[in-house]
């Protein structure tokens, strides 16, 4: 099948800009011998993560247990947990992966260790530990200057072993500009730096120093410090990293295509194509470099200036050259919530559809737990 002939709307994969995406940010990993944990939350694809694997990923970075236990299930041995976790029944669950293959959790507080401490006792494990660091989010992470504090209580715990320190620079995402990106790097290398200096003069043995973003990830990767960089966006990219200047049109490899079905009296397009494809998501961090609701491919006079449910509506600004009947394709604002929206890509190379590529571990109540 053509992409012509598929219905509209549509989630459309370029399968060759996938797959350069992957090698350009694992070769970068690779050549400054850094591990690649990449993040799985931006495409919940058991098919994409084996490339990822494939490609030299050293692991994954997971942000639910769902996810967890869907690559465990997959056959991948290697987990990294981004967030703390309490409960009796997530930390059963954590016990239970980590009894199946290399699980490394992670927290910023001594709640959460106790917790962890009691659960793998009972089940006579050792449960691997990252201590989070704030790196300038101010989300999770103790500052770097009181992370001995708490390793010094996590390491009088039974079964619980301080492997590293983890951290996100996701305050990048809330730059107006790309010229704000490399003080963000300063900021989390240094944080990062004094966090792993100040746990090594205490004799604390760190062997994983992991953090990353997409628009960070070659800063990481030249880091002295960081060992582990964890970004991912970098498979499909979107406009906010467009917006950041980490890449072009042709690098995003995730599109919406959609059809321009009617031209209000007010001289705005409609399409068929709203919140339940594209989103609403102008970036978690208040991106101020986002215009619109996606960015139109090929087609700077337009912006997307509002959704409906199931309908957009495009000003033109200037002249255009579209009309109803025109199909065209749109790069969301924020791929991974977008790619979370559908259950199938529809996976491309040049102009005809190769595959249908599930997004199988999408829906964080897919699964009931009792």
């Known amino acids: 099948m053509k992409i012509s ?22 070769q970068i990993c690779t050549n400054n011998n850094k591990q690649l944990w990449p993040m799985l939350k931006t495409h919940k694809s058991t098919y994409i993560a084996r490339l990822q694997k494939n490609a030299g990923a050293s692991g994954f970075l ?10 465990i299930k997959a056959g991948f041995e290697d987990i990294m947990l981004a967030y703390p976790y309490m409960g009796e029944v997530n930390i059963n669950r954590i016990v239970t992966m980590a009894s199946k293959i290399n699980l490394i959790c992670a927290t910023d507080n001594i709640e959460c260790a106790k917790a962890y401490s009691e659960a793998f006792s009972k089940s006579k494990i050792e449960c691997k530990l ?14 770097p200057e009181k992370v001995v504090e708490l390793a010094t209580e996590i390491s009088k715990l039974e079964n619980i072993k301080i492997v590293g320190i983890s951290s996100h620079p996701g305050q990048v995402y809330g ?17 990062m730096e004094k966090a792993y200096k100040a746990l090594t003069d205490n004799g604390f043995n760190i062997e994983i120093v ?11 990767a030249a880091s002295k410090t960081i060992t582990a960089v ?3 966006n970098y498979v499909y990219y979107d406009a906010i990293q467009i917006g950041l200047g980490c890449a072009t049109e042709d690098m995003c490899a995730l599109t919406v295509v959609c059809t321009v079905t009617s031209k209000n009296s007010s001289g705005y397009y409609l399409i068929d194509c709203g919140s339940k494809c594209l989103g609403l998501d102008k970036g978690a961090h208040g991106n101020s470099s986002i215009v619109g609701y996606g960015r139109v491919c090929g087609h700077p006079e337009l912006t997307i200036d509002s959704l409906s449910e199931e309908v957009g509506k495009i000003k033109v600004n200037g002249e255009t050259d579209i009309k ?7 790069i969301p604002n924020h791929s991974c919530s977008t790619a979370n929206l559908t259950s199938n890509l529809l996976g491309f190379r040049g102009d005809t559809i190769e595959k249908v590529i599930e997004v199988d571990i999408r829906e964080n109540s897919k699964q009931i737990i009792l």
């Open 5 to 26: 002939e598929v219905a509209t709307p549509n989630f459309l994969l370029d399968l060759d800009q996938l797959e350069k995406n992957i090698d350009k940010i694992q």
């Open 130 to 143: 990252l201590i989070i660091v704030d790196c300038g989010l101010h989300r999770f992470g103790v500052e």
């Open 324 to 330: 109803i009947g025109d199909r065209i394709r749109i």
């Open 210 to 220: 992991a953090s990353g973003s997409t628009p960070t990830v070659e800063s990481e």
């Open 230 to 232: 964890r970004p991912g």
């Open 62 to 71: 997971v942000g639910t247990l769902d996810e967890g236990e869907a690559l």
């Open 175 to 191: 730059c107006s500009s790309p010229e704000g990106v490399p003080d963000v790097c300063v900021q989390e290398d240094s944080s």
